[in-house]
């Protein structure tokens, strides 16, 4: 993914973002966000800088436990995608860090979980910073330990960050 930011004169102020990722769904090359650049700067009008930067990915793995009325993956795969679609790149702001507060309640929102018991991103209990501006994350599991009123519980994996396939 590249992300270019289109500036206002000498002054660092953002008029336009965009951000885009090739068909295969890797990030473009030096070379491709080179020529891109160029090519943005061709077609902007007077006065106005572009900048190309390639996107990091920071790889994201969630794991929580939660109090529920009953076992079911359908509440995993609520949680799941919600958690999903918070941290997409389209919705989590470039460089900002994964709070864990932030997460517990958007899980704790869900209909039918009654108590967000324990959640760690990439195994701590603390908000997880990005390495830079540039860098997003990109989740690659979400582990859901789902407790019942009775005291049973369930685990429900999603994504593809668990084990070694090998």
């Given at each position: 993914?590249?992300?270019?930011?289109?500036?206002?004169?000498?002054?660092?102020?953002?008029?336009?973002?965009?951000?885009?990722?090739?068909?295969?769904?890797?990030?473009?090359?030096?070379?491709?966000?080179?020529?891109?650049?160029?090519?943005?700067?061709?077609?902007?009008?007077?006065?106005?800088?572009?900048?190309?930067?390639?996107?990091?990915?920071?790889?994201?793995?969630?794991?929580?436990?939660?109090?529920?009325?009953?076992?079911?993956?359908?509440?995993?795969?609520?949680?799941?995608?919600?958690?999903?679609?918070?941290?997409?790149?389209?919705?989590?702001?470039?460089?900002?860090?994964?709070?864990?507060?932030?997460?517990?309640?958007?899980?704790?929102?869900?209909?039918?979980?009654?108590?967000?018991?324990?959640?760690?991103?990439?195994?701590?209990?603390?908000?997880?910073?990005?390495?830079?501006?540039?860098?997003?994350?990109?989740?690659e599991g979400v582990t859901v330990v789902q407790?019942?009123?009775?005291?049973?519980?369930?685990?429900?994996?999603?994504?593809?960050?668990?084990?070694?396939?090998?």
């Amino acid at each position: 993914m590249c992300f270019y930011s289109f500036t206002v004169s000498d002054r660092a102020i953002p008029a336009e973002t965009v951000a885009g990722r090739s068909r295969s769904r890797t990030a473009p090359s030096t070379e491709t966000c080179i020529n891109i650049q160029g090519e943005l700067r061709r077609l902007s009008f007077a006065g106005s800088s572009v900048w190309v930067s390639p996107v990091a990915f920071s790889p994201v793995d969630i794991e929580l436990v939660v109090n529920v009325p009953q076992l079911s993956q359908g509440y995993s795969d609520k949680i799941a995608g919600a958690i999903a679609s918070l941290l997409s790149p389209t919705q989590h702001a470039l460089g900002s860090s994964i709070r864990v507060k932030e997460l517990e309640y958007l899980v704790r929102s869900l209909q039918g979980v009654t108590e967000v018991v324990t959640l760690l991103v990439n195994n701590q209990a603390v908000n997880l910073a990005m390495p830079n501006k540039y860098t997003t994350p990109k989740l690659e599991g979400v582990t859901v330990v789902q407790v019942d009123p009775q005291g049973r519980s369930a685990t429900y994996h999603t994504g593809t960050g668990f084990g070694n396939p090998d």
